[in-house]
């Protein structure tokens, strides 16, 4: 079992810039896909960007040259660095990390993008 910790969730005005953190704290393995997803009120939760151990990665087609997501393999962090914010962009955003059979969850991180 993983214990992901999420951080950089808030309020931000359209246009904005918000980075997003989320840390498996004392894994001495390195995880073989970490990403985010996202769920907006009434909503489905969707993939926004998953990143695997190689640095490949994968981005839904809305947040495609907006976001970026990125990794510290050493740390078992990952990153997602979020710019040109969109109200539509508003969401619960859940961290997740994933290796063979297992996948764990964030506990998620509200970000509102509001004028």
């Known amino acids: 079992q993983v214990q992901l910790v999420e951080s950089g969730g808030g309020l931000v005005q359209p246009g904005g810039s918000l980075r997003l953190s989320c840390a498996a704290p004392?894994?001495?393995?390195?995880?073989?896909?970490m990403g985010w997803y996202r769920q907006a009120p009434g909503k489905q939760r969707e993939l926004v960007a998953s990143?695997?151990?190689?640095?490949?990665?994968t981005y839904a087609g809305s947040v495609r040259g907006r976001f970026t997501i990125s990794r510290d393999n050493a740390k078992n962090t990952v990153y997602l660095q979020m710019n040109s914010l969109k109200p539509e962009d508003t969401a619960v955003y859940y961290c997740?990390?994933?290796?063979?059979?297992?996948?764990?969850w964030g506990q998620g991180t509200q970000v509102t993008v509001s004028s």
């Open positions: 997740i990390a994933r290796n063979s059979f297992i996948t764990d």
């Open positions: 004392g894994t001495i393995f390195s995880i073989a896909v």
């Open positions: 990143i695997a151990r190689d640095d490949s990665t």
